[in-house]
C-alpha cells in the first residue's frame, strides 16, 4: 500500500530530517522506553565518546527537587546509562552479559539545573578512564562523564563496572538465597515521606526501627522505576536513593538537594533479607561549610554499600 492510496504526495524524504529519538532501551539495560535518557552517540577516538540526551521536565520518580531543580540522581542515572551503552556499541559486549557496577558518583552545579519550560537537552562528554580486557573482550571500564546543558557543565561524575558472562555470574550468585527466586518480599511499612525527603510514600525505600538515624531498607519490587526489571538483588539505584533518603531524615529535611552523592558497592543487597541502613552527619571542617552525611548499608552483619551524601545548606 503506497501513501497515493489515501491521495496524499510524499513531499518530504523522513530520512533527511534531523529526527530525535531514545537509543535502543536494551544498550542501557532499561525495560521502558520512558526510562531511557540518551538519544544519540558518537565515537570520537579510542577512548571518548560524545553523547546527547534528554531529561524530562516531569518524572514519576526523579521529581524536581528544591527550588524546581532537576533530581541529581537523574544525572547518576544518566552517567549508568552512558557508562553500560559504550560498553555495548563501543566494545561489543554482548547483551546478555550481566554488569557489576563497583562505584558511581555524580556532583552537580545547582544553578544550571533549574526545570525549564521544555525538556532539557544535554550533551555528555564520555572518557574510558580504565579499560580491562580479555581474550580482546572487555571485562571492565571505568567512566569520567561531564554533562553540559547549552553550554553549561551541569554535572560530572563517574563510574566502574565489570562484565560477566552467565556462567561466570552463575557462580557468584550461587550461594544466594533460594528465597530470592520466591518473588515480592515481605512490604514493610515505609517512612513518613517528608521525613526522608519525598512526597510520595510509595517512593520511600526506607522503614523506621526506632533507632535515631537507622531504617530498614524497604523493597519493593514492583515499583514502575527503581525495579524497571526483574533482577535476582537490590538495584544500585535504590541503594544510592537509599543514601539521598536517609541524609535527608539525618539532616531534618523534608526535600534535599544533594550536590554530590559517592557510592561504593562493596557486595550485593539480597531481597529478601533485612538491610540495615545507617546515616552518621560528618563534622563540618569550617563554619557554613555545606552538611556530609555518611551512609552504610548492612545485611547479615557485613558493609554492603557505602554512601557519601553532600547537601546544599539549609535555608530558612
Known amino acids: 500500500m503506497t501513501a497515493s492510496t489515501f491521495g496524499v504526495e510524499r513531499t518530504t524524504d523522513l530520512r533527511h530530517l534531523n529526527l530525535t529519538t531514545t537509543v535502543p532501551k536494551e544498550f542501557v539495560h532499561r525495560a521502558s ?19 546527547t540526551g534528554q531529561w524530562p521536565r516531569s518524572h514519576s520518580f526523579f521529581t524536581p527537587v528544591e527550588d524546581g531543580r532537576h533530581d541529581p540522581l537523574l544525572a547518576a ?14 566494545f561489543g559486549v554482548p547483551l546478555d552479559r550481566q554488569f557489576l557496577v563497583h562505584d558511581l558518583r555524580v556532583a552537580v552545579h545547582p544553578e544550571h539545573m533549574a ?11 564520555l572518557t574510558c578512564a580504565t579499560i580491562k580486557r580479555h581474550r580482546g573482550a572487555l571485562t571492565g571500564l571505568r567512566v569520567e562523564t561531564v554533562i553540559r546543558r547549552d553550554g553549561h557543565v551541569v554535572a560530572t561524575g563517574g563510574g566502574s563496572f565489570s562484565c560477566l558472562t552467565q556462567p561466570v555470574y552463575e557462580r557468584i550468585r550461587a550461594s544466594r538465597p533460594l528465597s530470592d527466586a520466591a518473588g515480592q518480599p515481605t512490604l514493610i511499612a515505609p517512612a ?5 525527603g519525598r512526597m510520595s510514600p510509595t517512593d520511600v525505600v526506607l522503614s523506621p526501627i526506632g533507632e535515631r538515624d537507622t531504617w530498614q531498607l524497604r523493597v519493593d519490587t514492583r515499583h514502575p522505576v527503581l525495579f524497571d526489571h526483574p533482577v535476582d538483588h537490590v538495584p544500585g539505584m535504590l541503594l544510592m536513593e537509599a543514601a539521598r533518603q536517609a541524609a535527608a531524615g539525618t539532616l531534618g529535611r523534608s526535600s534535599l538537594m544533594p ?15 533485612p ?14 561549610a555545606n552538611p556530609k552525611v555518611l551512609v552504610t548499608c548492612h545485611q547479615e552483619g557485613r558493609l554492603s554499600f557505602t554512601g557519601n551524601v553532600t547537601a546544599l545548606p539549609y535555608r530558612a
Do not use: K, N
Not at 521544555?118 to 562528554?125: E, G, K, R
Not at 550536590?259 to 533479607?273: G, K, M, N, T
Open 192 to 196: 513518613a515521606p517528608q521525613s526522608v
Open 77 to 90: 542515572e544518566t552517567i549508568r546509562q552512558a557508562g553500560i551503552l559504550v560498553a555495548h556499541v563501543e
Open 33 to 51: 522506553v520512558a526510562e531511557v535518557m540518551l538519544t544519540d552517540w558518537r565515537r570520537e577516538d579510542e577512548t571518548h565518546v560524545a553523547l
Open 275 to 288: 538491610c540495615q541502613v545507617t546515616a552518621v552527619r560528618l563534622p563540618q571542617q569550617t563554619r557554613g
Open 115 to 125: 526545570v525549564g519550560h521544555s525538556p532539557a537537552s544535554i550533551d555528555i562528554a
Open 259 to 273: 550536590l554530590s552523592i559517592s557510592a561504593e558497592f562493596h557486595r550485593y543487597v539480597e531481597l529478601h533479607s
